[in-house]
């Protein structure tokens, strides 16, 4: 029998090498590129045009000043689920990606991603394994239908760079809670947290050619300070009028009428010191380094770290002369209200009544008008041997000066530095005397004075405190004037300390340096909150400089340090021209080194009372 299991011959295997591909060539061509010789843009050749024809297409994506613009896709923002996803998420209670990316609506850059597109393109899965949560209408209360979602409803995050595009685009469902709730209490988007931030504008402008010299943040200027001894009088100008007693025992029951144009016949003379023929002739014959200024200015100084609105002024080198000065149209003589509230006025394009620079007028207006209704204009003034050095001459058709003493008045800063300022007292009261008696300079250049006691003399300065709305926006909380005042007047004075405590500190400083007795203070409240021109005054407080600075918690010393401060930093510097710049937005001082026809040059020829002032008016270029 033959066997079927055969042994099959096998040929020797051979490694025949595979045959080598061929090369293949890859096609990679450019995109045409067109250059522009005209610089950045699009070309303007015609080849260049027909580049850009395809962009025609593209569609445009609006977007405002929040948006941030120059990304493709938004990979860490939050996407928007469907509503079955939100249906099918309702067990859960924490619904996390219901909100949209970018301004709140559909946007052309946003990237999108939906869980349902991958279900339908998983055509091999036939089972639906997604949890499904109990069905609408079961006992569980879906938690995005009133207060969005459980994060959102218990005071968790939102989406923030989101949150400030919606507040200001139309239909926007952010109310009072979080985004997109009615009771949320906390998170970026609660109810207390919902606060937009708004930018000041510099009272200056920068220009290019300006040089940074210094940045002070108000924190390092806080442990400073500086003791002076009493200052030195140079001499007293001027006439004062006296003050009516009567304005003392206002209330809301008596109250009077505020003549609304009572220093609209008067002068108030308050002339920069580079305008001051004899600021500058002192300050020329004082041996040493001499610092030269009005009182308004060297208080805004010592209370710059209470200041929130943005100010500047002028500095002058020469030497060992330097002039701080207020610059030629600018708003440093008007003065604020409600400056250091929580939320002060802000400006508005359609409001014409309540913002800062309308209030600031109206303010500034209410304290002249205040000055010249509560002195006895009609009787013999308090008459001074020199008068002042602004009174018109008599033979010009002027209008004459408001009731006011120029005292002239010399510190000494320490290490070879006098402080020379020219200060003001508005009015003469008659009353005893807290210091015992008059002060012996202004005592011997009395000229003429219906009560020669000086015992019973004292010098005092009178400022108002108005208000404009009590529940308007910007009034920081503070009480009804005329409901409150006569009872709770300690409240009212605590509210405007703190609403107005910049304001207050400044006018303090000032009758410091004038070395005034006593400050009159006015209140004035609109007769019509809808009327910015007609007052009435509802109370009156006389209060003493210095315990008055205590009760603000506004520590004089402090003040004499700042400015001390201030004064070394520019002495350590070359001869020119510096604008010190209060930053609008941030508690920070900066100084800037400016060509030196920046503003006005002011010169004077002559000295002592024969002193005249030149002016040039120069426009910067």
């Not at 309702?90 to 559909?106: C, H, K, P």
Request: charged share 20%.
């Amino acid at each position: 029998m033959v066997s079927k299991n055969r042994s099959k011959s096998r040929s020797p295997q051979r490694n025949v090498p595979a045959p080598e591909p061929s090369p293949v060539a890859l096609s990679f061509l450019l995109p045409p590129l067109s250059e522009s010789s005209n610089g950045w843009g699009p070309p303007t050749s015609v080849e260049g045009l027909a580049a850009f024809a395809s962009l025609n297409q593209i569609p445009y994506a609006p977007f405002s000043r929040f948006d941030r613009i120059g990304k493709v896709a938004d990979w860490s923002a939050p996407v928007q689920q469907t509503i079955e996803e939100q249906t099918r998420g309702r067990g859960r209670g924490f619904n996390q990606n219901n909100e949209a990316v970018g301004s709140g609506t559909a946007s052309a850059f946003a990237f999108g991603f939906n869980a349902s597109d991958l279900l339908d393109e998983a055509s091999f899965s036939v089972v639906d394994r997604l949890p499904v949560g109990p069905a609408a209408g079961s006992g569980m209360r879906k938690l995005t239908s009133r207060g969005g979602s459980y994060a959102q409803k218990r005071g968790g995050p939102t989406n923030v760079s989101t949150f400030s595009n919606n507040r200001f685009k139309q239909g926007s469902n952010s109310v009072r809670g979080g985004y997109g709730s009615r009771g949320g209490r906390g998170g970026y988007g609660g109810r207390y947290n919902d606060k937009v931030t708004r930018l000041r504008d510099a009272s200056v402008a920068v220009g290019n050619d300006w040089i940074v010299k210094e940045e002070i943040e108000f924190n390092r200027l806080g442990k400073l300070y500086f003791e002076v001894d009493e200052p030195e009088d140079l001499s007293v100008h001027g006439k004062a009028y006296f003050y009516d007693k009567n304005f003392d025992r206002i209330n809301t029951k008596s109250e009077k009428r505020l003549v609304p144009n009572a220093a609209n016949s008067l002068t108030f003379a308050n002339p920069s010191a580079s305008a001051d023929p004899i600021l500058q002739s002192y300050a020329s014959e004082i041996d040493g380094r001499v610092v030269a200024a009005s009182a308004d200015v060297i208080a805004a100084i010592m209370c710059c770290t209470k200041s929130v609105y943005g100010w500047d002024l002028l500095v002058s080198k020469d030497g060992d002369r330097v002039t701080l000065d207020k610059r030629e149209g600018g708003y440093f003589d008007l003065y604020t209200v409600n400056e250091n509230a929580a939320e002060p006025p802000q400006e508005s394009e359609t409001e014409t009544l309540n913002t800062p620079t309308f209030l600031a007028q109206e303010a500034t207006q209410i304290v002249q008008n205040y000055a010249a209704q509560v002195v006895k204009a009609d009787e013999t003034p308090f008459l001074l041997k020199q008068a002042s050095p602004f009174a018109p001459d008599a033979d010009a058709a002027g209008q004459p000066l408001a009731s006011g003493l120029h005292r002239y008045r010399k510190w000494d800063l320490g290490n070879d530095i006098s402080l020379v300022a020219r200060t003001t007292v508005d009015c003469v009261v008659e009353a005893p005397n807290p210091e015992g008696e008059l002060a012996e300079s202004v005592a011997d250049e009395i000229l003429e004075s219906p009560l020669r006691d000086v015992a019973q003399l004292c010098l005092a300065t009178t400022r108002c405190l108005n208000e404009f709305d009590s529940r308007a926006p910007g009034s920081g909380g503070s009480p009804d004037w005329r409901s409150k005042i006569d009872q709770q007047r300690g409240a009212v004075m605590v509210s405007e300390i703190k609403n107005n405590g910049n304001k207050l500190a400044r006018w303090t400083v000032e009758s410091v340096l004038a070395g005034a007795e006593l400050l009159k203070i006015g209140f004035a409240v609109r007769s019509n909150t809808k009327d910015r021109a007609k007052h009435a005054i509802v109370a009156g407080l006389s209060v003493k400089p210095v315990e008055f600075a205590g009760q603000m918690n506004y520590s004089l010393g402090s003040g004499w340090g700042v400015l001390r401060a201030i004064v070394d930093l520019i002495y350590g510097w070359g001869d020119g021209k510096y604008v010190m710049v209060k930053d609008p937005n941030k508690p920070i001082l900066r100084f800037y080194s400016v060509p030196s026809d920046f503003g006005v040059v002011a010169g004077v020829v002559g000295s002592g009372a024969a002193a005249t002032l030149v002016e040039v008016a120069v426009v910067p270029e």
